[in-house]
């Protein structure tokens, strides 16, 4: 067979006479296909070198079900092991499996606008079981996806669902890059939760990991038989550099061999399965080896290199698909743009605003809030752009590793508890005012409490339990999308905090895009115990303003006080910067949201 023949591609790559197959193994002496195409036979499809470290064949008997491995001799040692382009897999540890290449052609889905996005963050593992002696699936998940249509947010995140060791896990540790994890559904399974999603008008985003693979059931590992100071081989770093949080597992990013395969997975998700952005984990570990900011002896330049690549590929051929960096370190750089020396993501998880935000809902004192700190984290954007940005007050790593759910901080136990739905609520109303993206992790909107384990399913009782605090998320997100027409200003890039009352615990901000009657928006809200009563505010024109939103409404909860937050005339009395104002009524740790009709 000459050069010429060769089909492109890597893998098992299916075509009309049966299925052909590379692999880049550099330091094998011999390469063999072995699968159930012709009964495990060790010997029978051998493969032939390209010269440049990779190796093909083509097996006119092989069709798609078809179980495989690749055998591999390198002097005496013989290895047995599982493709690395392996599309889907009996198991973490078993064979792969050939499947055909198959993006639908009939999605024509477009995601929301990265400044209307709001983000529900999933694990399909723990989401939703219809079976409580398995982890959820992806058929679960799809059958609690009208819950979150009626929530009104429009994309949903996963977590890794690449093939992992094991049944149970975050994620995070995955065996098999290019598998869909099998316990959740394997690849029909994800295939029929983005057709689900994308018809109830949910975008996918697709959580991946490329700081570190494996550490355990991974194949990768002396892929070929060659390794150096007893390091993971071809795939990985062989020296200090292969040294991360989770395991010495870290990809060699200078090899053009393993740029290509990680790039190569990338584009995978996005054009095989229809997905409509990624969110990459931990990227400080790609850009850096011990996570030392600004150390010049720390940094991986290929690993930067990397990520712009990708970014920069995506952008050109996947306009509309987003890309999400947990770098957690807040370099505008990261959201900058290729051409400029950035990485190129389009939004970044913002720790500025996560971790003072969560600071001041924790407090168990008053005296302890800080408003400032409030509207810093507010007014926060990456290279002047606030929807470069993702904002929360939860994920699955704030409500893990020592951390919990901020009911269960305030309450341990109780979500019922005055103080923890008033203040997780507060948080809540703060993500969806601010410029940013907005995002919830599951089960927020329904007082979710303890913290985050692979092991334990959402309790969905509780959504009929905390309904009145489920409407009180969807009314948020209705105003957040301008459901009524009154609210443009909250998916606008511009804030003005104009006040910041250190002694009341009061902050006032003004919401806006364009500006004017439907497009401004006004937020107070009350950080403090005491009711806010008959309290003097800023307005940026006279009229009537409505209140859109009371967080204090006992509609929402019965323990809540209900305060006498009604619609105000603003008049022409100069306060906070504006020639109008009126006088407010807030309740304890709440929130009121006012515009005027356009």
């Not at 995140?157 to 099998?182: C, K, R």
């Not at 990459?280 to 002896?297: A, Q």
Request: glycine residues 10%.
């Amino acid at each position: 067979m000459s050069t010429e023949d060769a089909r492109a591609g890597m893998g098992a790559i299916v075509h009309d006479d049966g299925v052909a197959f590379r692999v880049w193994a550099p330091n094998a002496d011999k390469v063999f296909v072995s699968g159930s195409f012709n009964d495990w036979a060790e010997d029978e499809a051998p493969m032939v070198s390209e010269e440049n470290g990779y190796w093909y064949a083509d097996v006119g008997n092989a069709k798609p079900a078809d179980e495989y491995r690749f055998l591999l001799h390198r002097g005496k040692e013989r290895l047995s092991k599982i493709d690395p382009y392996a599309r889907a897999v009996t198991s973490s540890i078993g064979n792969g499996i050939i499947i055909a290449s198959n993006a639908p052609d009939d999605d024509d889905f477009i995601a929301p606008p990265q400044n209307e996005l709001i983000i529900y963050e999933m694990h399909i593992g723990t989401f939703h079981r219809s079976d409580m002696d398995r982890p959820g699936t992806f058929e679960d998940a799809i059958e609690r996806l009208d819950h979150l249509k009626r929530l009104g947010v429009n994309a949903i995140q996963i977590m890794p669902a690449m093939e992992f060791a094991g049944d149970l896990s975050w994620g995070y540790n995955p065996s098999h890059i290019f598998a869909v994890e099998t316990a959740y559904g394997g690849p029909d399974g994800l295939r029929a939760l983005v057709k689900a999603a994308h018809a109830q008008g949910l975008a996918v985003i697709f959580d991946v990991v490329y700081n570190h693979f494996g550490p355990s059931d991974l194949d990768l590992w002396q892929f070929d038989g060659w390794s150096e100071d007893e390091k993971g081989g071809i795939y990985f770093y062989n020296d200090w550099r292969s040294k991360t949080p989770w395991g010495d597992t870290r990809p060699d990013y200078g090899r053009s061999e393993v740029r290509q395969f990680i790039r190569d997975n990338a584009l995978y998700w996005l054009e095989q399965y229809k997905l409509d952005g990624l969110r990459f984990d931990m990227t400080l570990y790609i850009r850096n080896v011990e996570g030392n900011e600004g150390d010049p002896n720390d940094i991986l330049a290929e690993g930067w290199s990397l990520m712009q690549a990708i970014n920069g590929e995506i952008r050109d051929r996947l306009p509309g698909r987003i890309t999400i960096a947990e770098d957690l370190r807040s370099v505008a750089a990261i959201t900058g743009l290729p051409h400029d020396g950035g990485a190129g993501f389009s939004a970044q998880w913002d720790a500025q605003f996560v971790h003072p935000v969560r600071e001041v809902l924790l407090a168990a004192d008053d005296r302890d809030r800080h408003m400032a700190t409030v509207a810093h984290a507010l007014n926060g954007h990456y290279n002047g752009d606030p929807f470069q940005r993702v904002v929360y007050t939860e994920s699955h790593d704030e409500v893990a590793n020592g951390k919990a759910r901020i009911v269960h901080e305030i309450a341990p136990g109780d979500p019922s508890h005055w103080a923890a739905q008033k203040k997780s609520t507060l948080g809540a109303a703060l993500v969806f005012t601010a410029p940013g993206v907005p995002m919830l992790f599951q089960g927020q909107e329904f007082l979710e409490g303890e913290w985050f384990r692979d092991t334990v399913p959402l309790d969905w009782d509780h959504s009929v339990e905390f309904r009145g605090i489920v409407r009180l998320y969807r009314d948020l997100i209705k105003l957040r999308r301008n459901g009524d027409g009154t609210t443009a200003g909250l998916a606008g890039p511009e804030i003005n905090v104009f006040r910041i009352d250190e002694e009341r615990k009061v902050v006032g901000y003004h919401r806006f895009a364009n500006g004017g009657p439907g497009d401004d928006v006004v937020v107070f809200a009350n950080f403090s115990h005491q009711p806010i009563e008959n309290y003097r505010f800023g307005f940026p024109r006279e009229g009537r303003w409505r209140v859109r939103l009371n967080s204090d409404w006992s509609g929402y909860s019965e323990s809540f006080a209900g305060a006498d937050s009604y619609d105000v005339e603003a008049v022409s009395h100069e306060s906070d910067g504006f020639d109008c104002s009126a006088e407010i009524t807030i309740g304890s740790y709440s929130v009121l949201i006012l515009s005027q009709d356009p």
